[in-house]
């Protein structure tokens, strides 16, 4: 609850320095604007700067839409495929708490899992599943339950319990239909708007780089890159490959040749770069390189000799630690 919290809050925060700060600031600033300035500025870059807007609010709003909407079919179309074709895995429940509401339809449950992957090494993953069926009490700390893992892992889900059934829930597919559309009608409003407010009659001259129509959807382009910048330095992977060795990944040692800083720090603590030394599968031997930012607490993993590393058998140069992955 305190992760999704922060999460909450963070997203709050940089929606609030992605809209209403950039707006707030350009009607401050242009609250004692000349109008009579308008008739020189050039007609041809503000139609530019207007061509900018839509095509960086078309990217957002296609973002939306398949982030809110599409993501659901392919969802479910991934679900049906893992049915068909998953690989199948027992599980043990680590432990199971319960985060839904007490007046909610259905028992929703945070399941922390261990099983073996495609690679049957051993790995720890968290999930969040709706129990159809409470009286079975099927999902409780000790108990096991047969998952189905995907073949491909290009989509969402990644696996599967093998007694699940692929639905749309129609409410909830509604009220995201109804969300990105009123978020589009408010951004066609907005567009009228400060044309009438705006234009004094001159047309699109109005229109600059620092008008909110671009700078908003840049923010929001900006944030959404930057979290992911941030997400694959702190990791050393992007998320695609975190994916696929996590559950396509084989377990080996590997020798540890050299540690080393590269001078980059996140919040005080330092990113270190392991040179390694690893025999795979086919007994051919590789020398990688992973980027971790480590914790002051565990600076002691610098001065170990052998180190247990995930590699993706396909390409074993793609490598990460195994203490991620449990």
């Not at 700078?215 to 944030?223: H, R, T």
């Amino acid at each position: 609850m305190k992760t999704n919290f922060a999460i909450t809050f963070w997203v709050l925060y940089m929606l609030f320095f992605a809209i209403p700060f950039p707006m707030f600031l350009y009607y401050a600033i242009n609250s004692e604007f000349d109008v009579t300035t308008l008739k020189d500025k050039n007609p041809y870059i503000a139609l530019g700067f207007l061509l900018l807007s839509i095509i960086l609010w078309f990217i957002v709003l296609i973002g939306y839409f398949k982030k809110w909407i599409l993501q659901i079919f392919i969802s479910k179309s991934n679900l049906e495929n893992i049915k068909r074709t998953g690989v199948l895995r027992e599980a043990k429940i680590i432990s199971a708490v319960k985060i839904s509401k007490p007046k909610s339809k259905l028992n929703t449950y945070e399941l922390d899992l261990v099983f073996k992957n495609l690679g049957d090494a051993e790995i720890r993953h968290k999930t969040i599943l709706n129990d159809a069926k409470p009286h079975e009490r099927r999902f409780e700390a000790g108990k096991k339950l047969n998952l189905l893992l995907s073949r491909d892992l290009k989509q969402e889900p990644y696996f599967i319990i093998s007694t699940a059934n692929a639905s749309i829930n129609l409410q909830s597919l509604v009220l995201r239909i109804l969300s990105w559309v009123v978020l589009t009608t408010a951004l066609i409003c907005y567009y009228i708007f400060s044309y009438n407010y705006e234009s004094y009659g001159m047309g699109w001259r109005f229109m600059c780089i620092g008008h909110p129509l671009i700078i908003c959807p840049l923010s929001l382009l900006m944030f959404r890159y930057l979290l992911y910048f941030i997400s694959s330095k702190l990791n050393g992977l992007t998320g695609n490959d975190y994916i696929l060795i996590k559950f396509k990944g084989m377990q080996t040692q590997a020798r540890v040749l050299k540690v080393s800083q590269n001078g980059t720090y996140i919040n005080e603590m330092p990113m270190m770069i392991f040179e390694l030394e690893y025999t795979d599968n086919k007994h051919h031997v590789h020398r990688g390189v992973i980027k971790k930012v480590i914790g002051l607490l565990e600076l002691d993993i610098t001065k170990q000799e052998y180190l247990e590393i995930f590699y993706l058998p396909e390409n074993p140069t793609r490598i990460a630690f195994a203490k991620d992955f449990k």
